[in-house]
């Protein structure tokens, strides 16, 4: 055991370490989702090219990566030293720490979440009746890092097998120390809440969470002291509802639910792998799909909504809303509003200094004002912008100055400038994204050397022997891109690919998940 006063020692050196280098604590670099981290200094337009720039290693893993790779630099590993830390989680329930610089390296440390004195295994894509995550589901948000406890938050499902009577599931939120993986805080949680209502799968007048039935795909969320974390299905397999908790970050206890739509059904947070946000005043903010709506005749359900949620004592509470005057036909549509994640913008000039854009599954970008949401009105919506889009949105915008890029369904990469509130079409890629499209990030050295990253991935059914495909385009012109991973693939094919899987770049390397390995790109030696 390490002594209390050594472990202080240790959390401090971390976060005085952190404040002066790059680190990647939540998914898309921030609360506000922007996707572009701007204190990359060594990929730049000019170097990153077949020639200079490809991959130099992977990560093994035990399973599928999903979640988005963390990173924290000049952490001390108990025993091995000063490691810059590659923070890795797959559908194994397995959490990797490895030496971020050193691909192919054993980890640093690894743990399983599995319970091996009760038998506990990952939850199958049989049990789930779904196969868009095979062969089985364990963790597949991006955790989120505490710098000031040195605490990593994962959520992970597991079930444990009866030869006589019904399987178990449970969901439990973890939190382990980012030095060795060891649980903290009285660990692990387990995920269990009701709430009064008549909707589906309602008994003696409650909904209760079903850890079988309600998968999560976005990412955790770290805000306001507290954890967030949140729900949807698995392929639409009933009865499930959208469902938000809030955590306390240093006893694990339950702050807060809510059951966005307790009186009906469905109405999941999906957010394609991307995370819901936080604004500077702690409003959190969160998509919901397709479900039933009844919030502007006085119910309480809201489906096909984007909420403006604040955690008040212990109780989230939906402080605003914005839902399409036609939520009735898109929720018909299969047309989610919440197929894609929030990105919150920084303030803006003008009338509407607070916005938000959010892409949806029916190939529409709204570009919504915080601070007035518009709620819900038959005639038309008060939107301060709607842009169309040639493809549905799954996964999230980035931003980068003045410009939001976005690549849709079926659709090239898109570049958008941003100009009193509205959306305009700069600049599209040559080369097209095929579903679902790709959520991208952007690298920059503050207002210069941008260079928007994004990932083909793997389609709903398509197979599951096609590869990654990184791209790098010159954020200044996207046209041709100036990278490819299949340019040379003999060197630099990446391994078989997920879906939804958003590069992270970080100190001059490229990070992604795949079925079996992270993958890891920069300049060659």
Not at 333 to 357: F, I, K, T
Not at 449 to 459: G, H, L, M, Q
Not at 466 to 474: E, N, S
């Amino acid at each position: 055991m390490i002594p209390l006063s050594n472990c202080r020692a240790l959390i401090a050196f971390a976060v005085a370490a952190i404040s002066a280098f790059a680190q990647v604590t939540t998914s898309q670099y921030d609360n506000q989702r922007t996707g572009a981290t701007l204190h990359e200094k060594t990929l730049t337009a000019q170097n990153v090219n077949v020639r200079q720039f490809g991959k130099l290693g992977a990560f093994k893993v035990d399973g599928p990566v999903y979640a988005q790779p963390l990173f924290l630099p000049a952490v001390e590993v108990p025993r091995q030293g000063i490691h810059d830390l590659l923070l890795v989680a797959t559908e194994h329930d397995s959490v990797y720490g490895f030496d971020a610089n050193r691909p192919g390296d054993p980890p640093l440390w690894q743990v399983s979440l599995l319970d091996k004195a009760r038998g506990s295994v990952p939850v199958s894509e049989d049990d789930a009746q779904c196969p868009f995550i095979r062969p089985e589901v364990g963790i597949t948000s991006t955790p989120v890092i505490d710098l000031q406890t040195g605490t990593l938050y994962v959520l992970a499902r597991t079930k444990i097998r009866h030869a006589a009577s019904a399987d178990e599931y449970f969901q439990h939120l973890h939190a382990l120390a980012i030095t060795t993986g060891v649980e903290k805080f009285g660990g692990p949680k387990l995920i269990s809440a009701s709430v009064p209502g008549k909707g589906a799968g309602t008994a003696n007048g409650q909904v209760a969470f079903n850890p079988l039935k309600q998968n999560s795909r976005a990412a955790l969320l770290l805000a306001n002291s507290a954890v967030y974390l949140t729900w949807a299905s698995s392929c639409d397999v009933d009865p499930y509802h959208g469902w938000v908790m809030a955590y306390d970050p240093q006893t694990l206890a339950q702050r807060a639910v809510l059951n966005v739509n307790p009186d009906g059904g469905e109405a999941g947070i999906w957010a394609s792998d991307t995370g819901p946000a936080a604004d500077a005043e702690g409003n959190i903010y969160v998509p919901t799909g397709n479900g039933t709506f009844d919030a502007a005749s006085g119910g309480r359900d809201y489906g096909d909504s984007v909420l403006k949620l604040a955690l008040e004592g212990s109780s989230l509470s939906i402080h605003d809303y914005f839902t399409p005057h036609d939520q009735g036909q898109l929720s018909n549509a299969d047309s989610d509003v919440g197929s894609s994640g929030p990105l919150l913008l920084p303030d803006q000039p003008g009338a509407h200094r607070h916005l938000l854009l959010q892409p949806t599954k029916g190939s529409v970008i709204y570009v919504i004002d915080r601070d007035q949401m518009g709620k819900f009105r038959p005639d038309g919506d008060a939107v301060v912008d709607e842009v169309r889009m040639a493809g549905g949105g799954y996964g999230a915008m980035a931003y980068w100055n003045g410009h939001a890029f976005f690549a849709a369904s079926d659709d090239c990469l898109r570049d958008y400038s941003i100009k009193n509130g509205h959306l305009a079409l700069n600049a599209s890629s040559a080369t097209k994204f095929a579903n679902p499209g790709a959520t991208p990030s952007v690298s920059a050295d503050g207002k210069k050397n941008a260079i928007v990253w994004a990932i083909a991935t793997k389609t709903w059914n398509g197979p599951d022997n096609k590869p990654a495909v990184l791209y790098a385009f010159d954020a200044a012109k996207l046209g041709q891109p100036i990278y490819s991973s299949e340019q040379n693939s003999q060197r630099d094919r990446a391994a078989m690919a997920t879906r939804f899987v958003i590069p992270v770049v970080v100190n001059g390397r490229v990070y992604f998940g795949t079925r079996t390995e992270v993958e890891v790109y920069g300049l060659l030696k």
